[in-house]
Antibody
Framework: DVQLLESGGGLVQPGGSLRVSCAAS????????MTWVRQAPGKGLEWVSA????????YYADSVKGRFTMSRDNSKNTLYLQMNSLRAEDTAVYYC??????????????WGQGTLVTVSS | QSVLTQPPSVSAAPGQKVTISCSGS????????VCWYQQLPGTAPKLLIY???KRPSGIPDRFSGSTSGTSATLGITGLQTGDEADYYC???????????FGGGTKLTVL
């Protein structure tokens, strides 16, 4: 069975950094496109970043470009989102999602339970 | 302001049919596949429709998707109280090189 388990969320001050992780099981990360999506409290879904499978490209939303970096460790089958220069508006539940193929689409066939990131002083 | 436009809310009675619209442009819906998600309160989104009209395994055929030009529609028949949720459309935007979502539609089953 496919499982995605996010971790690393927490409280961080504005301007600070945090790295959230997504441990995958039941499939090989390198073979599928992976996506980070966030949801601010009471708000809708916002796409953050996506990485195609098989060493393909990585894309970012304008709102996080230059501040967030998505990466993966194939040996650990784990996805990461390094978040720097955090702002109050980055406060959200962060979900990782697995795509149905190596190519980036909006379709996430499997999602983690999410990890809450709160940016506040 | 979302790139894709959805109505904030829709409602219908149990057993009835409802449709949820998603309006975009030629750079997104007009030339890329659309998907739809259902999000129950406090849970992660669940994929209902992908590639415009395909259902993942386990999704009942009460849920259907269609596209026409730069718009997409999610249809739900035989409404049940358990269908009360937020629904989101999503697709790739070729001009933005980004995944885009609609603002979400809250379905109330009266």
């Amino acid at each position: 069975d496919v499982q995605l388990l996010e971790s690393g969320g927490g409280l961080v001050q504005p301007g600070g950094s945090l790295r959230v992780s997504c441990a995958a099981s039941g499939f090989s990360l390198s073979n599928y496109a992976m996506t980070w999506v966030r949801q601010a409290p009471g708000k809708g879904l916002e796409w953050v970043s996506a990485m195609s499978g098989n060493a393909g490209g990585t894309y970012y939303a304008d709102s996080v470009k230059g501040r967030f970096t998505m990466s993966r460790d194939n040996s650990k089958n784990t996805l990461y989102l390094q978040m720097n220069s955090l702002r109050a508006e980055d406060t959200a539940v962060y979900y990782c999602a697995k795509g149905p193929s190596p190519f980036i689409t909006a379709a996430g066939s499997d999602w983690g339970q999410g990890t809450l990131v709160t940016v506040s002083s | 302001q979302s790139v894709l436009t959805q109505p904030p809310s829709v409602s219908a009675a149990p057993g009835q049919k409802v449709t949820i619209s998603c309006s975009g442009s030629s750079s997104n819906i007009g030339n890329n596949y659309v998907c739809w998600y259902q999000q129950l309160p406090g849970t992660a989104p669940k994929l209902l429709i992908y590639d415009n009209n395909k259902r993942p395994s386990g999704i009942p055929d009460r849920f259907s998707g269609s596209t026409s030009g730069t718009s997409a529609t999610l249809g739900i028949t035989g409404l049940q109280t358990g269908d009360e949720a937020d629904y989101y459309c999503g697709t790739w935007d070729s001009s933005l090189s980004a995944v885009v979502f609609g603002g979400g539609t809250k379905l109330t089953v009266l």
